[in-house]
């Protein structure tokens, strides 16, 4: 249970690289009311570029962001530690990812690892680019080099193709086994054995889940249960509802729905999907047609159709749902900033508290709630 004496930060990652002058910020940190919604600033940290993506470690206050730079030839995942009074972010060090345009970073089940999955491989010198790498987190929070990476194309990849990887999360499996991989580009969910410290990324004994053409598998998160996952496909703006198998690595794709209503004929990619705390509703979003959708999930881990809220924005490229569960943030990346949903913890649905936090363009916010 929650002490009163505790605090609730949301960490905003923005796109600052060729931002508006005076506009674009790096790291928004805000206190977090979880009874009004209401969000303060906190702090700032102004000195990092383009921070598309982070994740957070409660239990060590650690924060970690992805740097994401189409331009440069390799990006970087960088690590701060949190003070859990005022939520100041003091840097520890940072590692490049090798590969680019790194979008992702997730945790293994102990914390002690992470991954980066990098959208876009350039060729870094005489080596190819890596869709996923694999860091150990040192005891200090700080990231030793990668020790372990996997490319999907070319002479060196782990499991060649004709196509262009195009890493987009990497997601380690409830029970620690596996580390899962949406590749964009190849419309695959790769799977590896979940390597220690030192060793490599090895194809599972299914080293595969095939999305149809075209789908593009963005994001990917499992139900509280353990044995239902759910992939968004950014490209064809669909869910599918996935069965996994411990013992081979296997996701049998079991159903898929759209994120779109019927008669939409507009441009529109997905990109950011979430499960509630209590395994009850599931959460996508869609850029274009600018809105949550929402779906309620049976036992058996099937998802039906509720509706869509306005994202209150454009380019809703990400959401989470606070620590309370009574509300969601939607970070509207091309314009509109956060937009403050109130969230009905029977009923899944969303209403527009009416609150904006005006930020040029937020990437990603996380929740960190510390004594």
Not at 48 to 71: F, S, T
Not at 246 to 266: E, N
Not at 349 to 365: C, F, N, Y
Request: one cysteine or more; hydrophobic letters at 40%.
């Amino acid at each position: 249970m929650r002490s009163p004496m505790s605090k609730t930060f949301a960490f905003v990652g923005n796109q600052n690289r060729n931002a508006l002058p005076g506009e674009g910020k790096g790291i928004s940190v805000f206190h977090f009311n979880d009874q009004t919604g209401d969000l303060t600033l906190a702090s700032e940290y102004l000195p990092i570029d383009n921070p598309g993506y982070l994740a957070i470690d409660e239990k060590r206050r650690r924060l970690y962001a992805a740097v994401e730079i189409p331009a440069w030839n390799e990006n970087l995942a960088v690590a701060f530690d949190i003070d859990p009074a005022t939520g100041t972010l003091s840097y520890i060090n940072m590692q490049p990812t090798l590969g680019n345009t790194t979008c992702h970073l997730g945790f293994d089940q102990t914390g002690t690892l992470i991954f980066a999955s990098n959208y876009t491989v350039a060729e870094l010198g005489a080596r190819p680019g890596n869709a996923v790498a694999a860091f150990a987190i040192r005891s200090d929070g700080g990231l030793d080099p990668a020790f372990a990476t996997a490319a999907h194309e070319g002479k060196n990849a782990i499991l060649p193709t004709e196509r262009r990887q195009h890493g987009h999360c990497a997601v380690v499996s409830p029970d620690n086994r596996y580390v899962f991989v949406c590749d964009l580009g190849l419309d695959r969910i790769m799977a590896y054995r979940q390597p220690a410290k030192g060793e490599s990324l090895a194809l599972a004994a299914t080293p595969f889940t095939q999305l149809p053409d075209g789908a593009g598998p963005r994001h990917m998160t499992f139900h509280p249960n353990g044995k239902i996952a759910y992939v968004i496909n950014e490209l064809n703006s669909t869910v599918s509802v996935l069965h996994y198998n411990s013992a081979t690595a296997a996701l049998t794709i079991s159903q898929t729905l759209p994120t779109l209503p019927d008669g939409f004929t507009g441009t529109n990619t997905c990109a950011e999907i979430a499960v509630s705390a209590d395994g009850r509703f599931l959460y996508g979003s869609n850029r274009g047609h600018n809105s949550i959708v929402s779906y309620a999930i049976a036992e058996t881990g099937a998802i039906s159709l509720m509706g869509w809220t306005s994202s209150q924005g454009l380019g809703p490229r990400n959401f989470t749902i606070d620590p309370s569960g009574r509300f969601m943030l939607v970070a509207n990346q091309k314009g509109g900033g956060i937009a403050i949903f109130k969230r009905d913890i029977e009923t899944g649905t969303l209403e527009d508290s009416g609150k904006r936090i005006a930020l040029q363009s937020p990437m990603r916010i996380v929740f960190g709630t510390f004594e």
